[in-house]
């Protein structure tokens, strides 16, 4: 497990690990957006975030991705935190299901 991780105790008694919170920013969305470059490392290739949208949105990841609302990007039920994993280097791309919102996004450490 890597060292960045600080430890709490599960409802079963466990050690659970909970990420640090790195930097964070805010995507408008409504046809596509773009973020910038993800570039915090969970480990040399990934990058994990945690991803809240203010209305039901879908999400990609690429060096130059685009977002379809078809099914075959992630959807974000909106007002719904979801932690993700992405191949580092990557953007993000966000489209809105019906209305248009922002993506708040959090690098996890």
Do not use: W
């Not at 809240?52 to 379809?68: E, Q, R, Y």
């Amino acid at each position: 497990m890597p060292n960045n991780l600080a430890l709490t105790e599960s409802a079963n008694g466990d050690d659970m690990p909970v990420p640090q919170l790195g930097t964070s920013f805010v995507v408008a969305y409504d046809a596509s957006a773009l973020s910038s470059i993800l570039s915090t490392y969970v480990d040399s290739t990934h990058i994990a975030v945690r991803i809240t949208t203010t209305t039901d949105a879908f999400v990609t990841s690429a060096a130059a991705p685009t977002a379809l609302d078809d099914g075959t990007c992630h959807f974000l039920p909106a007002g719904l935190p979801q932690d993700l994993v992405f191949p580092a280097n990557h953007k993000l791309a966000f489209i809105k299901l019906s209305a248009a919102g922002n993506a708040y996004v959090t690098v996890l450490k």
